[in-house]
């Protein structure tokens, strides 16, 4: 399993998420670097040699504004591969991010939330436009409980926007549930995920917030999960990244453990 450190960036900082409420993010403070300016976070990332590919959610584009090309362009530096989630709610949001070459940042797949998207279409758009391994669907909730615009997931639970998604296309899914981001209390997803493996074995998991410890990366890679989305406990240094080779399981093993987490109702 793959650890992906995380950057969540507003005003031009990386900010620290804390349970989802986004007006109260304030600017990170790190055993890893020394400033929350985006280069020299993801910089800090960059050296410890433990990461391949950044997350970054850029909070202002997801809000409705324009990408923040000048820090995208500083994390590109680093050298990490960019996944990037900067508010795909339209055709044109979604041509933005493809002529992101031009401007100096070349992304390796692009996050398509759940809180943004208004439509199948769009996408299916999206899977068209960028392929099934570069196009990442983000089933995000809040409380177990899906954050969707109007439209066509409105009511629909968890597991029926993860088959609809995967119908369509999909083959990789964040997990994450905004709740848990910042706090420290352990993932909440691993129902979820012991049921989709079983109904859609070729989508690959992700999983994201309340990630605390090593013993949690290890509890999601034997569910099954190939990444892991980590900010405050690398932050903190409550994981040290050095650590992170050791919390691989093998994919069989993954799969025998996955099948002792009990599934909730509301799935």
Not at 127 to 148: E, K, N, T, V, Y
Not at 151 to 168: C, D, H, K, M
Request: net charge negative; hydrophobic share 40%.
């Amino acid at each position: 399993m793959e650890t992906v450190p995380v950057i969540d960036l507003k005003s031009g900082l990386v900010v620290h998420g804390v349970g989802g409420d986004r007006a109260l993010y304030r600017p990170i403070r790190s055993v890893l670097a020394g400033s929350a300016r985006p280069s020299e976070v993801a910089r800090a990332f960059a050296d410890t040699g433990a990461f391949r590919h950044i997350y970054v959610a850029d909070l202002d584009a997801i809000a409705g504004q324009r990408p923040d090309w000048k820090s995208l362009h500083e994390i590109a530096e680093s050298g990490l591969r960019i996944w990037l989630d900067a508010g795909v709610a339209d055709t044109e949001r979604l041509q933005e991010l493809a002529d992101g070459h031009e401007r100096g940042v070349e992304l390796d797949a692009i996050i398509v939330g759940l809180e943004s998207l208004t439509s199948h279409e769009l996408l299916s758009a999206t899977l068209a436009q960028w392929g099934p391994m570069r196009c990442i669907f983000s089933l995000d909730l809040r409380g177990g409980h899906p954050i969707s615009r109007e439209g066509p997931w409105q009511r629909r639970s968890p597991g029926v926007i993860a088959q609809e998604a995967f119908a369509l296309g999909v083959r990789r899914m964040i997990l994450l549930d905004l709740a848990t981001v910042g706090t420290c209390n352990g993932p909440q997803s691993l129902p979820l995920a012991r049921r989709l493996r079983t109904d859609c074995p070729e989508l690959e998991l992700i999983g994201g917030g309340g990630i605390r410890h090593t013993n949690d990366l290890k509890t999601l890679a034997t569910a099954g999960f190939s990444a892991a989305l980590v900010a405050t406990a690398l932050h903190n240094g409550a994981i040290n990244p050095a650590d992170l080779p050791n919390v691989n399981v093998d994919e069989d093993d993954g799969q025998r453990a996955a099948t002792t987490i009990l599934l909730p109702e509301e799935y």
